[in-house]
């Protein structure tokens, strides 16, 4: 009897523990209540967060250990950990708009060592790609707010330069102590603002550092990345040589070397590998648009399938950011190149893909005096061996370590490794060649690849080469001598930019009528500032330092536009965030140095709008574009309702002067009539007018604008009127796209173009257009009987 209750007990027990861990687990979740109404009164913001969590729990104290933060300055809600049903009564209540998990974000670098749990590797020139002196000029007033890893404040990076203008005024910002962080030695002029974020990375993954995992409990930056990006974005000119080990050699800075830099952790090394969580992400918002910037960079995100808007805390970030006039910008993801990948698709943001620069470290390999090959690579010492093939070391020729343990078997030789035949990526393989005591790696890949900081020496190859390479080996009687030269640098060689195969691409996979990404900026061997502490491929067993260190990732083309911005903002100081995106996007250019279609790396075809957005930043064009798409909060509206929110929803968060219509139309229209500076129609099934808004922003108040249309295949586009005339009088002038289909098409997209010229501005706007006039064929009618 005993036994029989005991185990009558212990099933109900584990029962119970079944059901708590499956369906009520607590986890931290976002309760969003939209605008705060007390901004200037934050405290009251929280009484009232504190009052709706104690409907869901009995006591004041399960309240207070519940709560991560509330969100009170610039937005209201809160994080806390609840289980489901707290959340579900939660969402219920009057006054909440969303109520969703909170959830982790990665850093856009590439992946080339996601693999080996190494998120972190490689990326960037400032240098070349985006110096001007007008750039030099500006930008002193402009702050721009960095959500990263956190920053290594020694860097010469963010030294302050002499004669730099006091802090502004406006600026409300702090500087807070931490982990080797005082705040007197680490800011200044340049460096105004350090804050970092860890309730919800904590809650998420446990108390930082448990296991002697480095980081520090501060805005201090251990992975390099936010330095890195940092230092892209707003870095001072660093006179001295920048390079990495002498490679990409000048002097560095940042987009906007002038501008204010505010730091905002939100990214945590987890071993290693960099971790954001939305709790975290979400609280930083709250304070930097509190605190006063003017452009904020996230160089994070998470890959589809992508959340609806109001359950993403970069979404609900980015729409309060815009409402204050703030711009945000985003990375699109690495994931690239298969299609539909990109991610942070909101349009009150912008999405950068990732493209190469004109600069190249070719590298010469020699085999037997007899054939000449050329890679690339950061080789710094030429090197003298035998060449081996991988499968004489590897199971099935795979380059990894995984099989095998036996070490030091590959010493005095290079070792000859197919991508194709293994694994994707170089970091396993390098790993590999390192155990085998290997003086070097021979990587053949079909894609042009980003360098880094190898932990053996390695070039990379193309398959033609590598094909090559190998069929010599196989009629070599003996092993053949390899030598491979140092590597150089060069610039202006061949022709840039080109897409990354990595950079993620169109079609935005949640409201494909908004093009993303938007727009494309330098991402591929990006040299920046590191961490001197940290080696250069975070490994623990790389004992090197540097100052400056390679990258490559979408994460590295976003500071690029965000430095971009803070220019453009304080020389327009009164233009808003959608002016602002306008201008970068119709002055983008879509040929390169030698005037072709910019390439796609990865598919090595002719690029398209869903690979590099509106085109390639042209940060100079950027500064008078002629005309901009603006937009205001209540432009998005429509958008909002279009999207599935209420309008009970939408009064929540929307802060629009009194008067303004925040209701939905009756009948739901297309996103693609926002005041969007690209123009998307994914679904057309038979003729629309499409209509846009125009402003002139040019010097001559006088001016008129001449269209000119590119169609995509199988559409007739016209646009009215044909002429644009401005005056004093007339800033603005509306006008309407007619898109006819004109052939039987089941969803195939094709590329146009819209342009609009007075002679000397060329204002222009990618046209992507599906059309979808077969797919009434396939539609039967749905029988519900079955379902
Ligand atoms: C959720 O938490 C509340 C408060 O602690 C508790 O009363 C409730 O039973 C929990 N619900 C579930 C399903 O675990
Ligand atoms: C790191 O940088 C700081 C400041 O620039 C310098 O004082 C220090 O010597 C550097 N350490 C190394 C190992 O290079
Ligand atoms: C974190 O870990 C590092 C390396 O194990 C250690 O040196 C440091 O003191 C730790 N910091 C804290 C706050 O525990
Ligand atoms: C930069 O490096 C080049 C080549 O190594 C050298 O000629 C030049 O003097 C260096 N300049 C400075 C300022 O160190
Ligand atoms: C961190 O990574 C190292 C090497 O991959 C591994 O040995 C260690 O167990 C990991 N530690 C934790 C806490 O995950
Ligand atoms: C590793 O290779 C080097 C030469 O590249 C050699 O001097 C050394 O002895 C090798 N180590 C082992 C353990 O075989």
Not at 13 to 21: D, H
Not at 484 to 511: D, E, H, Q
Not at 718 to 740: C, D, G, H, Q
Request: charged share 15%.
């Amino acid at each position: 009897m005993a036994t029989n209750s005991q185990y009558f007990w212990g099933l109900i027990l584990s029962l119970a523990l079944y059901f708590n861990y499956t369906y009520s687990a607590p986890h931290v979740y976002i309760v969003y209540l939209g605008l705060s109404h007390n901004v200037h009164e934050p405290h009251l913001t929280s009484e009232h967060h504190v009052q709706l969590l104690s409907k869901v729990f009995a006591s004041e104290e399960d309240v207070k250990r519940s709560m991560l933060y509330s969100y009170k300055h610039s937005f209201s809600g809160f994080s806390a950990k609840l289980n489901s049903s707290q959340a579900t009564t939660l969402a219920k209540m009057k006054g909440v708009v969303s109520v969703f998990r909170s959830k982790t974000l990665q850093l856009h670098t590439t992946r080339s060592w996601d693999f080996l749990g190494l998120n972190l590797i490689s990326s960037t020139s400032m240098t070349s790609a985006t110096a001007s002196p007008l750039q030099l000029a500006h930008g002193q007033d402009i702050i721009v707010g960095i959500f990263d890893t956190g920053i290594w404040p020694e860097s010469e990076s963010f030294q302050e330069e002499p004669h730099m203008r006091p802090i502004p005024t406006t600026w409300k910002g702090n500087c807070v102590k931490g982990e080797m962080f005082e705040p007197a030695k680490a800011c200044n002029r340049k460096l105004i603002g350090a804050r970092y974020y860890l309730k919800g990375f904590e809650e998420e993954y446990g108390p930082l550092n448990a296991s002697g995992n480095p980081e520090f409990r501060s805005a201090r930056d251990f992975l390099g990345h936010g330095t890195h990006t940092a230092s892209t974005a707003v870095g001072s000119v660093v006179k001295q040589n920048a390079s990495f080990y002498g490679f990409a050699e000048g002097t560095a800075r940042g987009g906007a070397p002038r501008a204010r830099l505010a730091v905002y952790k939100v990214c945590w090394g987890n071993n290693y590998s960099g971790r954001c969580t939305g709790a975290d992400i979400l609280a930083a918002f709250d304070d930097a648009l509190h605190d006063g910037v003017h452009v904020i960079s996230a160089s994070i995100g998470s890959p589809p399938p992508l959340i609806p808007f109001f359950a993403s805390e970069g979404v609900i970030g980015s729409f309060h950011a815009m409402q204050l006039g703030v711009s945000v910008v985003f990375s699109a993801g690495n994931e690239g190149p298969e299609p539909s990948q990109v991610t942070n698709v909101a349009p009150w943001s912008l999405c950068v893909a990732a493209s190469s620069i004109d600069r190249m470290f070719p590298t010469r390999i020699l085999l037997d005096n007899k054939l000449s090959i050329m890679g690339e690579s950061l080789i710094r010492t030429p090197i003298n061996a035998k060449l081996a093939d991988a499968t004489v070391y590897f199971y099935d020729g795979i380059c990894t370590s995984r099989n095998w343990n036996k070490s030091n078997f590959a010493t005095n030789r290079v070792i000859l490794c197919f991508s194709t035949i293994g694994p994707y990526e170089i970091g396993e393989a390098e790993v590999a060649a390192k155990l085998a005591n290997a003086s070097g790696l021979i990587f053949v890949e079909p894609m042009f690849r980003e360098l880094g900081a190898d932990i053996i020496p390695s070039v990379h190859v193309n398959l033609e080469e590598g094909t090559r390479i190998l069929n010599y080996l196989a009629e070599s009687p003996t092993k053949p001598v390899v030598q491979i030269k140092a590597s150089r640098t060069i610039i202006g060689k061949a022709p840039a930019p080109r897409v990354a195969y990595f950079s993620s691409r169109g079609p935005n996979s949640l409201t494909p009528d908004i093009l993303k990404p938007d727009i494309s900026a330098p991402g591929v061997n990006i040299l920046a500032a590191w961490p001197n502490q940290t080696s250069p491929t975070l490994r623990r067993d790389d004992k090197r330092l540097v100052n400056w260190n390679f990258q490559s990732g979408t994460s590295m083309s976003c500071p690029h536009v965000s430095g971009v911005i803070a220019l453009i903002k304080s020389a327009h100081p009164d233009w808003s965030p959608a002016a602002i995106q306008s201008a970068v996007m119709t002055t983008a250019y879509t040929r390169d140095t030698s005037f072709d279609t910019i390439l796609a790396d990865g598919p090595m075809k002719a690029s398209n709008p869903f690979d590099l957005g509106a085109g390639h930043i042209d940060p100079i064009k950027a500064m008078d574009p002629g005309l901009v798409y603006d937009m205001k909060t209540s432009d998005y509206v429509h958008f909002l309702c279009n999207t599935g929110y209420t309008e009970e929803q939408i009064n929540m968060i929307v802060l629009c002067p009194s008067g303004t219509d925040t209701s939905c139309p009756r009948v739901p229209e297309s996103n693609a009539n926002i005041n969007y500076p690209s123009i998307t129609v994914s679904n057309l099934q038979s003729t629309v007018t499409i209509k846009r808004r125009v402003r002139n922003v040019g010097k001559n108040k006088n001016s008129m604008y001449f269209g000119t249309i590119s169609e995509p295949d199988g559409v007739e586009v016209v646009i009215w009127p044909r002429v644009l005339v401005f005056s004093w009088f007339k800033a603005e002038n509306t006008y309407y796209i007619t898109l006819k289909p004109q052939k039987k098409s089941q969803g195939r997209y094709d590329f146009g173009e819209i342009v609009w010229s007075d002679g000397f501005h060329k204002v222009r706007s990618p046209l992507v257009v599906c059309v979808n006039t077969a797919a009434q064929d396939f539609n039967e009618p749905l029988d519900l009987s079955y379902m």
